[in-house]
């Protein structure tokens, strides 16, 4: 997985993660948005409305000071755990 920091501040942070579809993106959104300081979570895969934009550009809103990397690492984190766990009862289950 390749990531590229397209814009970056002090609350607002986008950034294009290659070879990713929307199966990934909606994990990884849905993520973000159960973090508390997280305002907004959303990303784009339109290449016809994004200027030729091909991979999907994430971008993170947050308040209270969070550092939205900071807010992303924590929601990779969650997504992490969620698979494991996942992983864990489908092999209990089979």
């Given at each position: 997985m390749e990531l590229r920091v397209?814009?970056?501040s002090e609350d607002e942070l986008s950034i294009e993660i290659a070879g990713e579809?929307?199966?990934f993106m909606n994990v990884l959104k849905g993520?973000?948005?159960?973090?508390?300081?997280v305002s907004a979570a959303t990303y784009d895969v339109n290449p016809e409305q994004s200027g030729g934009?091909?991979?999907p550009i994430l971008t993170i809103k947050t308040e209270g000071g969070v550092d939205p990397l900071e807010a992303l690492e924590?929601?990779?984190v969650t997504v992490r755990e969620k698979a494991t766990s996942f992983?864990?009862?489908f092999e209990a289950a089979a």
């Amino acid at each position: 997985m390749e990531l590229r920091v397209t814009e970056s501040s002090e609350d607002e942070l986008s950034i294009e993660i290659a070879g990713e579809d929307h199966t990934f993106m909606n994990v990884l959104k849905g993520a973000l948005l159960e973090h508390e300081d997280v305002s907004a979570a959303t990303y784009d895969v339109n290449p016809e409305q994004s200027g030729g934009q091909t991979e999907p550009i994430l971008t993170i809103k947050t308040e209270g000071g969070v550092d939205p990397l900071e807010a992303l690492e924590d929601a990779a984190v969650t997504v992490r755990e969620k698979a494991t766990s996942f992983r864990d009862a489908f092999e209990a289950a089979a």
